[in-house]
């Protein structure tokens, strides 16, 4: 393996010499927000940018972009620690960096993606892109590349992960356990009729429901976190994120050997 590539790392030939290969660009995004009394508020962009790292490592093809930090955490306004941007705001800023990586002549780009509620924004610039520079940029949400993993070795019942639950957790246990503190974790099951106003909203993290309803997520959970977090350990973050990795770097793999369209 190498050492990952990091953009803000690398003299300006050398990121020209990546764009001339054909290189893929990695964006991280994320969000700033609360993830209850026992993580940090940085857990999402943190956790992105670590996955993007990990496939750096394991394929030279790629680089890593300075990470874009912000993103919409709107639900998190009762708590201190968020940083929010408007949705236009996002957009733009997504696609204003976007086309500064693709004007450097980089025809291959991945957003990779550490926040639910980014993702419809980032699916609009992924299209717009393709509309505007006919470049086929991707988005990819790195916790779907582990849902399968989780499913095997989760240890809480449905409900128990939706926000800041068993598998943010557990993830954060692996990559910066001393940043985790598990004394203050608690274990608060989501119910989609109670938490959310309807028995078809969300159940859990991967189990989308068939109806989206804005709420309130302090007035639900005044701690912060939706699931269960007591029951997250090291070992349960390990495997999930070898998953992801390793799917990561297979979407990669296929993204590199795609001809632009």
């Avoid at 394991?58 to 708590?79: D, E, I, K, M, N």
């Avoid at 693709?102 to 717009?128: M, R, Y």
Wanted: aromatic fraction near 6%; hydrophobic fraction near 45%; glycine fraction near 10%.
């Amino acid at each position: 393996m190498t050492e990952p590539r990091t953009w803000a790392d690398m003299t300006a030939p050398a990121i020209g010499e990546a764009a001339a290969r054909g290189d893929v660009v990695l964006l991280p995004v994320g969000a700033v927000e609360q993830h209850g009394p026992h993580l940090p508020v940085d857990t999402d962009i943190r956790l992105a940018v670590a996955v993007a790292e990990e496939v750096a490592k394991r394929q030279p093809r790629t680089l890593v972009a300075p990470p874009v930090w912000w993103g919409l955490s709107g639900y998190h306004r009762g708590f201190p620690g968020f940083l929010t941007l408007r949705p236009a705001t996002f957009m733009a800023l997504l696609e204003d960096l976007c086309n500064s990586i693709l004007d450097q002549g980089f025809g291959k780009l991945v957003l990779v993606v550490g926040h639910a509620s980014n993702k419809p924004i980032a699916q609009l610039v992924v299209s717009e892109l393709m509309q505007t520079r006919g470049v086929p940029v991707m988005q990819v949400n790195y916790l779907n590349l582990g849902a399968p993993a989780f499913a095997r070795a989760r240890r809480s019942a449905l409900g128990g992960d939706f926000h800041a639950g068993e598998l943010e957790t557990a993830l954060m246990l692996h990559v910066r356990p001393d940043l985790v503190q598990m004394e203050r974790a608690v274990s608060r099951p989501l119910d989609p009729r109670e938490h959310l106003g309807h028995s078809a909203a969300t159940r859990d993290i991967f189990s989308a429901g068939d109806v989206g309803v804005g709420f309130d997520l302090r007035a639900g959970f005044p701690e912060g976190v939706a699931g269960d977090a007591t029951l997250a350990t090291a070992v349960l973050g390990a495997d999930v994120f070898e998953a992801i990795a390793a799917r990561a770097c297979e979407v990669v793999d296929e993204y590199l050997s795609m001809s632009r369209r």
